[in-house]
C-alpha cells in the first residue's frame, strides 16, 4: 500500500472520531506486516480520563486480532472539519509503539492531505525510546 493510500484511510477513520468535548478529531490508520489496514479514532469521555487517541485504538484493534507486526501509521487530526497543520502522536501513543515497531524501521507519517505529509521513523519522534529490548535484550 503507497503512503497517499494510507492517507486516505487515515481520513475515513477521522470521520468517525467521537470528540465532542475537544472537537479535536484524529484518524490513523496502521499498515501491517501482512498488509492489513486496522483504522482508529479519537474516542473522548465526558471525564477525559478514559479518553483513547486514535493511533492507540488502531493498534489496540490490531493486537486483539493477533497482529503484532507493523510498517507503518498515517496520522492526521486537527479541528473538526479542519486540517490545517500535522498532528503528531503523543507521548503514550508513541510508547505504544515502541512495544510493537522496531523504531530504525516503523514510519509515521503526519498528513494535512494526500499530498502534504512528513514521514518519520518512530526513532526520530521517540528519540532513547524504551521498549521490550531494553528489557530482554
Not at 120 to 137: A, D, M, V
Amino acid at each position: 500500500m503507497d503512503k497517499k493510500e494510507l492517507i486516505k484511510e487515515a481520513f475515513l477513520a477521522r470521520s468517525k472520531s467521537y470528540s465532542p468535548y475537544s472537537n479535536f478529531s484524529v484518524g490513523a490508520a496502521l499498515l501491517a506486516k501482512n498488509g492489513t489496514v486496522y483504522q482508529g479514532c479519537n474516542i473522548e469521555s465526558a471525564s477525559y480520563t478514559p479518553t483513547n487517541c486514535a493511533e492507540r485504538t488502531a493498534f489496540f484493534k490490531a493486537v486483539s486480532e493477533g497482529v503484532t507486526e507493523f510498517e507503518a501509521i498515517a496520522v492526521v487530526g486537527g479541528k473538526t472539519g479542519a486540517t490545517t497543520d500535522y498532528c503528531a502522536p503523543c507521548g503514550v501513543c508513541r510508547q505504544v509503539m515502541m512495544e510493537f515497531c522496531n523504531p530504525k524501521e516503523f514510519k509515521v507519517i503526519l498528513a494535512k492531505n494526500e499530498d502534504e505529509y512528513k514521514e518519520f521513523t518512530l526513532e526520530e519522534i521517540l528519540p532513547l525510546g524504551f521498549g521490550p529490548k531494553n528489557i530482554f535484550g
